[in-house]
């Protein structure tokens, strides 16, 4: 496609309960990164890939979240046991990546609701 | 620790009237900056960015912003808005990784409303 894609667009979990968040980035970009945005916040980084590899996961809030890319394209964002706290928009961008100063491009986001 | 501070959380402008959205940073190198908006329910869509070169940078839909290196700031101007401007706006500093952009550190925002 010609931007960046995510799915869902909403997601409602019980609390406890395990979600997968996907991102399809633009294709032929190298970074991919991921945020996250509170109610009134701005995004907060998460994760960042090169490629497949995650050369970045300081922004992970804990160790129930998770995130794999695992041919380089397509990134998963996982919440284990998902908190009422982990309720927010997740964003995802990705970039040309390398040497290029090239700015991210931003998908819709997937607003998750933890009840 | 790099940061972005944008000191005003609302700001109400009259329809043609000029803006100028605040915001200043820290961070220890000469950083990349970009402006966003978001529209309730959408994604962030990029305004202007500067990387190098000329202070004062050109964006779409009539905006521009100037990166004043001695007082850390990048502020966001418009000489004339428009009531589809009415939405929230983002100051983003871009870590450098080698040559290309890393992971932006943002704003907590500025929200725009434009009365007629």
């Known amino acids: 496609g010609a931007g960046v894609s995510q799915s869902p667009r909403y997601k409602v979990a019980k609390r406890g309960q395990d979600v997968a968040l996907r991102c399809d980035p633009i294709?032929?970009?190298?970074?991919l990164f991921w945020y996250q945005q509170a109610l009134g916040q701005g995004p907060e980084f998460l994760t960042y890939f090169q490629n497949e590899a995650q050369l970045d996961k300081s922004g992970l809030p804990s160790d129930r979240f998770f995130a794999e890319r695992p041919e380089g394209s397509v990134s998963t964002l996982k919440i284990q046991r998902t908190q009422q706290e982990d309720s927010a928009v997740y964003l995802c961008?990705?970039?040309?990546?390398?040497?290029?100063?090239?700015?991210?491009?931003f998908g819709q986001g997937t607003r998750l609701t933890v009840v | 620790a790099q940061s972005v501070t944008q000191p005003d959380i609302h700001i109400t402008v009259s329809e043609g009237a000029s803006l100028e959205l605040r915001c200043n940073y820290s961070y220890g190198a000469t950083p990349y900056l970009f402006w966003y908006v978001q529209s309730p329910g959408q994604g962030l869509q990029l305004l202007l960015k500067y990387f190098s070169g000329d202070t004062l940078v050109q964006g779409i839909k009539g905006f521009e912003a100037e990166f004043k290196r001695s007082q850390s700031s990048f502020n966001l101007r418009k000489p004339s808005v428009h009531w589809s401007d009415a939405a929230e706006y983002f100051c983003?500093?871009?870590?450098?990784?080698?040559?290309?952009?890393?992971?932006?550190?943002f704003g907590k925002g500025t929200k725009l409303s434009v009365k007629p």
């Open positions: 294709s032929g970009h190298v970074s």
């Open positions: 983003a500093v871009g870590l450098r990784l080698g040559g290309s952009q890393g992971n932006l550190i």
């Open positions: 961008a990705s970039s040309l990546g390398g040497t290029r100063r090239t700015e991210a491009f």
